[in-house]
């Protein structure tokens, strides 16, 4: 072979790979090419699935009254659990920390987000006219749920469920006339005033002390159904030395408090004193078995599941029962046994 021949070669060897490089570097550019279109719509199509997720889940905008109880964080628990996404609904909670001016904000905020319904615990049973006649106006429905709205115009909320608490308050007084033998000098420790929780059960221990010359009300101020709260009161009527047989609390955390104070100061809750309270949480009835507390009347705070009912109602076109009001019942020594409160979720 010439040099000449040799060189030429070597030309279109050159050439020949030169051609190669170029179809791997356009092969290269076409992989990536088509590696970009993949990842730019599946991108595109990750959103947009989310997006199409979402719009499908019922929003619901709870307002709830803050997380002063036991019975109180259970209710959250139960509305979570039952507006949870696998069961179709994003629940927006908003916790009030027991301020009504808070709820009556939150409650904007939903119209503003435009949900699809809006529940609200109220904290008292006034001054709901001109927020909820904002929520009728804006074609949102209202589910109250617990405590009561006190209303001249029961068209701006759509349903009611919670319980009767002043069935409640009767229930502990007649459990009283059977079970204790008068004078009673009895200490109340109230819930937050104004709210229907607080009203039922004042009221139905007001009926009684009409009914019965020998019931004297030795003290009576609100706890807010707090326990610290319960505690306070308690010591200072410890302190004021006032005399009395039995402790009517409004709720379990308030009579927790009054049984922390009464053992500072040596005395034997359930025993010296007799002491009523309401909610039938698990701590409660333990106490109720032990002998700590006399009664507990029950008060259901598993409204979750009722509240969507209430809602897949109206979703399907129907029209609920205005008022829900849930069976209730009440807890001593002659009806509580472990196996009762082992069933019992609450
Ligand atoms: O008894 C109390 C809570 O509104 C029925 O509120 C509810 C009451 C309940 O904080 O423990």
Sequence with gaps: ???MEGKMKNMKNIEKNNCCLGKTLKR?????????????????????????????????????????????????????????????????????????????????????????????????MEGWDTVLTEAKAAGIPVIIVDRMVDTDDPDIFTCWVGSDTRREGDTAVQWMEKNLNGPLRIMHLQGNIGSSAQAGRTDGLDAGLQAHPDWELVFRAPGDFVQAKGQELMEEVLEKGLDFNVIYAENDNMAYGAVNALKNHDIVPGKDVTIISFDAAHDALHMVLSGELNLDVECNPLHGPRVRALIEQLRAGKTPQKYTYVDEVYFDSENLTEEIIAERIY
């Design 1 to 3: 072979m010439g040099k």
């Design 28 to 124: 290269v550019f076409l992989i990536s090419y088509f590696l970009f279109l993949i990842f730019a719509f599946s991108s595109c199509s990750g959103p947009q699935k989310t997006v199409s997720v979402e719009s499908d889940l019922v929003v619901v905008g709870f307002s709830q009254v803050g997380s002063e109880s036991d019975w109180r964080k259970a209710n959250t628990i139960s509305m979570q659990d039952a507006f949870s996404a696998e069961n179709g609904y994003r629940l927006i909670l908003d916790d009030a920390q027991q301020k009504q001016e808070r709820q009556i904000t939150a409650i904007r905020n939903f119209i503003n987000q435009g949900v699809d319904y809006i529940v609200l615990a109220p904290i008292t």
